[in-house]
């Protein structure tokens, strides 16, 4: 018998360490401030696999948030309720991520899966997780992003891929997620091995919204412990409502300099700490930054 859920209300450390500091910040989604902690006592107290558990008493639980963390589970959990809204599977071994894993989860608006094995996306015809807004994917294996042929979610907002082994971001990569607002870059191999990076248009966006506009949502944006030798003009063209730009620990920056902000006229956060090769900083960067509010340079 699957026995009862204990539900204790806490603050977990990752929400914490990953929320954009001030109100320039992007707030986490509601749902996110106030996850449960679920733990299965029972069977998990037994230390039983995830797998025992039959289909029939999982599917039974109304649960809407379910938190599955470190229970060494290899592939992603079947018969999970359909009216679950938020998902964690931090910290087990899954190697890749299937859309036939996810169609039955139409209400899913978060799905946690920092520190995992995976790989791959297998994303391909039917559309999935329409709902979701905050999709964690830090710590894993991926070298690079599916292309957005096959994938769109429209209600996206927040996406970190933090420490993933990604070298090199292509153009229109972001264009599949039309709402998004904070994108973690940090810790991935971007510029290393001298490649570009960051290609020109990489944060392109082809939607337009009603008013026949482009859409430009993205307001933070960390690139911290990456190795971009400098911030191009190129792929920072195309994020005009940038307000959080992260470039701590940047081991090969030398410089700001030019015309890097022509663009993002709406900075407020500029936070360079710790890039200890930076050396030159030009300050008429900073004319094309108005309401700039907070410069970190320290180290
Ligand atoms: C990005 O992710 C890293 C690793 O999880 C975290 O330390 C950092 O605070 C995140 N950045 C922001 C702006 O939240
Ligand atoms: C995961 O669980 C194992 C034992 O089940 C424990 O030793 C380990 O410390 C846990 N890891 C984390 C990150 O909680
Ligand atoms: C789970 O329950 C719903 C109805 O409560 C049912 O429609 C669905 O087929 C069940 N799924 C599985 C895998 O048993
Ligand atoms: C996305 O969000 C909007 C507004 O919150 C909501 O009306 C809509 O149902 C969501 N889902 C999709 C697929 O657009």
Known sequence: MLSFLLLSVMGLHWAASDSP????????????????????????????????VSCEELNKTTETTLFLVNRSLKSFPHCLPRALQSLDLSSNWLKELRDQDLRDLPNLRVLILRNNLIQELHWGGTPV?????????SYNKLSSMPTCQTMMLQN????????NPILEIQPWTFSCFPSLHFLNLSATLLGKNDREGIKESAFAQRILSQSGEKMYTMEVLDLSRTFLPEIQLGWIKDLPNLRSLYLKKMARLKSLDGQIFKATSNLRVLDCQDSQALSSVNTQIFEDTPHLQSLLLQK
Request: a negative charge; hydrophobic letters at 45%; glycine letters at 8%.
């Open 129 to 137: 997780l329409e709902n979701l807004e905050t999709l964690d994917l």
């Open 156 to 163: 996206l907002t927040w996406l970190s891929l933090a420490g």
């Open 21 to 52: 500091p001030g109100r320039e910040g992007i707030a986490l989604p509601k749902v996110i401030e106030t996850l449960f902690q679920v733990t299965h006592l029972g069977p998990w107290e037994e230390n039983l696999k995830f797998s025992s």
